[in-house]
């Protein structure tokens, strides 16, 4: 679907003409409109509360996203199912119907933020529901009721591959906390994961500096999609350079030494 009329308004001043765009909201007006923390979605589509290897872990009604998340997440999910047969991979919050603020985030307004819970193993299994949104420390270990368990690198890694090799979306933001980014590459490197895939995954996985430290989950955020589907989009910093997006931004990638130099951080 399509925005069907794009105006331009101009504010006439004493001393100048200041001009913007904007979109008329038709039926044929569809994702995200705006800026992922103060934006909308319009039109947006709903994932089911289940499906193949993938649940929501929260029953409430935020599983709404734009076209490229959507399906986005079931890709992952099928991708990592089938190198994993019995994965369930846990998905948390996407967007409201319509978008807009939602309790508990500052983004998740646009249909472009989803929350993917970590593969945790302990010494019986993995996949553990047990573990939750558990905190883990630096080195990837949780403890609940004086019981440890593991984040699972291998896993974990697979998640990682998936978003970033799909040709449903392109992601932007992978956030986790610094050690988990680390041990991550570190697990990547060491068990000789494609090496593009790697130096892409040492940009994109980020601890925000202006959020909570993301160790308990990844949230993962896609670019705007194309301009001619949606005009409104604003793409915020940085698009990567690999990143076929012709909105403004860019920001260098981080070099071979930079990754094995965070692969290998002293912590
Ligand atoms: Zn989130």
Redesign the pocket.
């Known amino acids: 679907m399509m925005i069907r009329r794009l105006f331009i308004f101009c504010l006439v001043l004493p001393s100048s003409v200041a001009c913007l765009p904007w979109m008329a909201v038709t039926a044929e007006t569809s994702g995200p409109m705006g800026k992922t923390n103060s934006g909308v979605l319009i039109d947006g589509s709903e994932l089911a509360a289940t499906g193949d290897g993938y649940s929501f872990y929260h029953s409430r009604e935020r599983r709404y996203g734009s076209m490229a998340l959507t399906n986005l997440v079931t890709d992952v999910a099928k991708t990592v199912a089938a190198a994993y047969p019995g994965s369930v991979l846990q998905v ?2 996407m967007s409201g119907k319509g978008g807009g603020r939602i309790t508990g ?1 500052s ?2 307004r646009t249909g472009q ?3 993917l819970a970590f593969f945790v193993r302990n010494p019986q299994k993995s996949d553990t529901r047990d573990y939750l949104l558990a905190l883990h420390d630096p080195y990837g270990v949780t403890v609940k009721d004086g019981h440890a368990a593991y984040f699972d690198y291998e896993k974990n890694w697979a998640v990682v591959e998936a978003l970033l090799t799909s040709d449903k979306a392109q992601v932007q933001w992978i ?1 986790v906390s610094k050690g988990l980014k680390a041990r991550l590459l570190a697990y990547g490197l060491a068990s000789g994961r494609d090496i593009d895939v790697l130096n892409r995954a040492a940009s994109i996985l980020h601890q925000p500096k202006d959020s909570a430290i993301h160790n308990d ?1 990844f ?2 955020r896609i670019f705007c999609p194309p301009v001619e589907t949606a005009p409104a989009c604003v793409q915020g910093k940085p698009v990567w350079p690999w990143v076929n997006n012709p909105r403004k931004h860019s920001q260098s990638a981080v070099s071979d030494d930079r990754l094995y130099a965070m692969a290998t951080e002293d912590l």
């Open positions: 948390g919050d985030h983004s998740h933020d989803v929350d956030f989950h949230h993962v």
